[in-house]
């Protein structure tokens, strides 16, 4: 049986990687997303199981420990990593497997998967339209929307290693490039 793609999607946080993936999703229920642990504080809305395994900076090393991750990393000051068992089945059972992953952990994939990975970078249409993203989603205080821009600063300069980037500018639009993307190298 053909095994399912490993599908990377990164990007600044707030360029609306997760918005562009769930409405990817919805055309194609097919595909599946990985839910990634992590050791950062549970956002209000967020759903332990469904947004992210949530686990205490210990409970994550134990994790680790154990073997159960396929990638991880730090972000500010939280870890964040792929668990083994919400992917390798499913590549054998043929299914695509999406990661909305930060750029360490991407090039982590790319190292061990080399072309079996299809690597994929969200921009957004300015830094100016990213801090206004980051503010009216209203998930993170000040501080850290100032230390997230910084972050994306240097995730833009190293994405060079990346297959494709796509402009979130109109959501339809970068819906449909990442359709279409993923479309093609699957009939590759
Ligand atoms: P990320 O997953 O990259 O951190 P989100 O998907 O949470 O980003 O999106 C951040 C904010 O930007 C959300 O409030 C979302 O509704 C909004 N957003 C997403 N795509 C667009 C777009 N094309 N134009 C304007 N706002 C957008
Ligand atoms: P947030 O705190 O906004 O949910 O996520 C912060 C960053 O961590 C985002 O860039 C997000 O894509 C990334 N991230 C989420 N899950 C994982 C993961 O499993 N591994 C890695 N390396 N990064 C992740």
């Not at 154990?66 to 054998?92: C, D, F, H, M, W």
Request: proline share 3%; net charge negative; aromatic share 8%.
């Amino acid at each position: 049986m053909k095994k399912g793609k490993l599908i990377v999607v990164s990007g600044p946080s707030g360029v609306g990687k997760d918005t562009v993936v769930s409405e990817y999703l919805k055309l194609h229920p097919e595909d599946v997303l990985s839910i990634s642990m992590t050791s950062r504080p549970k956002r209000d809305y967020e759903v332990d199981g469904v947004h992210y395994y949530f686990r205490t900076k210990e409970g994550f090393e134990e994790e680790v420990a154990q073997g159960n991750l396929l990638e991880y990393a730090l972000y500010n000051g939280n870890y964040y990593g792929t668990p083994k068992s919400e992917v390798i089945k499913r590549l054998e059972d043929g299914i695509n497997v999406i990661l909305v992953i930060e750029v360490q952990g991407a090039r982590n994939i790319k190292n061990m998967l080399g072309k079996d990975a299809l690597l994929i970078f969200v921009l957004p249409p300015s830094i100016e339209a990213l801090k206004e993203r980051l503010l009216n989603r209203g998930t993170d205080s000040m501080e850290v929307i100032n230390e997230r821009l910084e972050i994306a600063e240097r995730e833009i300069r190293e994405n060079t290693f990346y297959d494709y980037k796509i402009i979130n500018d109109n959501l339809d639009s970068a819906v449909k490039s990442l359709e279409n993307i993923i479309k093609n190298e699957i009939n590759k």
